[in-house]
């Protein structure tokens, strides 16, 4: 490829390649945080529906005067084997339905500090990096351009490259 950029379509396959040039854009600069984030942004999700599938057994048994719930085979249960048969206290249900709760919280809080993290270095790597290149720059040639240009390459540029970071990552994890 010579020094220009190819044309990119605007259908599926040209928008996956444009995240994928971002992502390879970034990668450099999140120092590994935005995998991490997107490991914990996946749990979170996971822990979010096993939270929702224990509800289900938990619904059917608030039937007036029942105390305990058999798990059986069909339907929902349809796969749990050994399992089949199991009675739960509707208290112990109720418990692991609030441990899987809490859990999806403490996840939700985590991958959040996360995100934060791995966009905040990733800025703070690219802005970082545009400093130096200024620093080394001739200053002949930049003098011949305008004080604002340099300026917003070093805020709002920046600043939108954090945001699309984001972005991405929760893209990613609502898929």
Same mark, same amino acid.
């Given at each position: ?28 600069? @999140? ?16 822990? /979010? ?22 798990? /059986?085979?069909g339907g929902w249960f349809s796969g749990l084997g050994p399992l089949n048969?199991?009675?739960? =206290? ?11 709760? @809490? ?19 990733? @800025? =703070? ?6 400093? /130096? ?11 011949k351009g305008r004080h604002a240009d340099i300026t917003h390459a070093l ?21």
């Amino acid at each position: 490829m010579s020094g220009q950029s190819e044309p990119i379509g605007h259908g599926l396959g040209g928008q996956l390649r444009r995240i994928i040039r971002v992502v390879r854009f970034i990668r450099p600069y @999140a120092h590994g945080k935005a995998g991490l984030a997107f490991v914990f942004l996946i749990l979170a999700g996971l822990t /979010e529906g096993v939270s929702i599938l224990l509800l289900i057994p938990v619904l059917t048994a608030l039937v007036p005067g029942q105390k305990t719930l058999t798990l /059986e085979s069909g339907g929902w249960f349809s796969g749990l084997g050994p399992l089949n048969g199991l009675q739960i =206290h509707l208290g112990a249900m109720l418990a692991i339905l609030v441990v899987a709760v @809490a859990a999806q919280a403490a996840l939700s809080r985590a991958s959040g500090i996360m995100v934060m993290d791995a966009t905040l270095s990733a @800025a =703070h790597g690219i802005r970082q990096r545009l400093f /130096e290149a200024i620093g080394h720059a001739r200053w002949q040639t930049i003098m011949k351009g305008r004080h604002a240009d340099i300026t917003h390459a070093l805020t709002m540029d920046v600043d939108r490259v954090q945001f699309v970071m984001n972005s991405l990552l929760v893209m990613a994890q609502a898929l």
